[in-house]
């Protein structure tokens, strides 16, 4: 007897390639797509790509009054998914009752209290009550986190949840790296932008340049420049932000002339992290930060806050390096380490390495077994 497929909903308010959020749903779900034995279907408010392998379903949201934004989500995209008779539900945002629930980011109320150290407006408190439901029902029997990072908040906040949680980090698709020549990128993406063959370029992506901590960045190329100006360091910010401010910075920090702000990429941004030689970022909190993932699949030993959810693929000396952004003068120190020749080469391969292991299609396989075993344990509700 053939066995049907398993009906998978996974749930997102957006799905698509803006985000990172968005791509993580996406890449997830298409891996899992083209899988034997499992039919997948997005519920989504809105999509901006569509496969023929997968199913949509559109959810409504009411947005006005905002405070309905959350809670009009979840209650609709449970009753679409029980008419169209799911067997597994895996959710990436906070609906009323789901089976497996991504954690993207911090407990709702703690980012507001802790991070943005703010206090919780209605918006606020209906969004965290539908995450509480959520996360504490019967049905909700496994959580994965992205990180440690949000593992321990999660905890912190959900203590009954603790048996539930599995930390799942976001994967990457290492394919575009594998398959483009490291030389041809480099020569072009450094002639756009007038970077020579001999500089050593050190490489940013970020959408938000002060949570980002660019400050921090600027301050410790300043000091690599003075302790090691052999190296002929260049700084490519990519992104978006407040350009004007952080040019000032450079400016007073005398690398006025060796930081080059490209603006938002659009194309393809696998060539850019190929030309460059290493990658730091110094993030005030990111749960993740999926671009350090991206730099690794390159062949880029990298640099992180310890606030940035990738420690816990970072091994110090080896692939990359986790230090506070207060301590400028180390991480200029490790810089000129890194952009060595002979260290830059073996910690890009020690990166490369720890990129393939979390390519998309492994995470797919864990993901699978797990609905597999949930699959064949009845829920609290059944």
């Not at 959900?158 to 698709?173: A, C, E």
Request: charged content about 25%.
């Amino acid at each position: 007897m053939v066995r049907r497929p398993i009906k998978i909903a996974m749930v997102v308010p957006r799905y698509g390639r803006v985000g990172g959020g968005e791509r993580f749903v996406m890449a997830l779900t298409e891996q899992l797509a083209a899988m034997d034995g499992l039919e997948m279907h997005v519920f989504a408010n809105r999509w901006e790509t569509r496969s023929d392998d997968v199913f949509f379903h559109k959810v409504p949201i009411i947005s006005f009054p905002r405070f309905l934004t959350t809670i009009s989500f979840a209650y609709f995209a449970n009753r679409r998914i029980a008419a169209a008779g799911m067997d597994l539900i895996h959710s990436h945002d906070r609906i009323l009752q789901a089976d497996i629930f991504t954690a993207h980011g911090l407990p709702h109320a703690t980012w507001i209290r802790e991070v943005r150290r703010k206090h919780l407006s209605l918006f606020d408190r209906v969004t965290a009550w539908t995450e509480k439901h959520l996360i504490t029902s019967a049905r909700c029997r496994r959580i994965f986190p992205v990180s440690t990072l949000v593992q321990e908040k999660m905890v912190a906040a959900f203590p009954q949840s603790r048996n539930k949680i599995l930390v799942m980090p976001p994967g990457v698709d290492t394919a575009p790296y594998n398959l483009l020549n490291r030389e041809t990128c480099r020569n072009r993406i450094r002639k756009q932008f007038g970077i020579s063959g001999k500089d050593r370029v050190i490489l940013f992506v970020g959408m938000n340049f002060e949570v980002k901590g660019l400050d921090a960045i600027i301050d410790a190329v300043a000091g690599l420049k003075r302790m090691a100006p052999n190296l002929n360091p260049k700084l490519l910010v990519v992104g978006k932000g407040n350009p004007r401010r952080y040019k000032e910075m450079a400016r007073e920090t005398g690398i006025q002339e060796e930081i080059i702000f490209t603006g938002v990429w659009h194309d393809e941004i696998a060539p850019v992290y190929l030309a460059a030689d290493m990658f730091i970022m110094l993030s005030v909190y990111d749960t993740f930060g999926l671009s350090v993932l991206e730099a690794m699949a390159a062949g880029l030993p990298v640099i992180i806050s310890p606030t940035v959810g990738a420690r816990d693929i970072v091994r110090n000396g080896e692939n990359g390096y986790v230090i506070a952004p207060a301590h400028t003068e180390e991480i200029s120190q490790c810089m000129v380490h890194m952009l060595e020749s002979e260290a830059n080469q073996r910690m890009g391969r020690l990166a490369k390495e720890t990129a393939q292991a979390h390519a998309w299609s492994t995470m797919a396989h864990k993901v699978d077994r797990i609905y597999n075993e949930l699959c064949s344990i009845p829920s609290a509700q059944e």
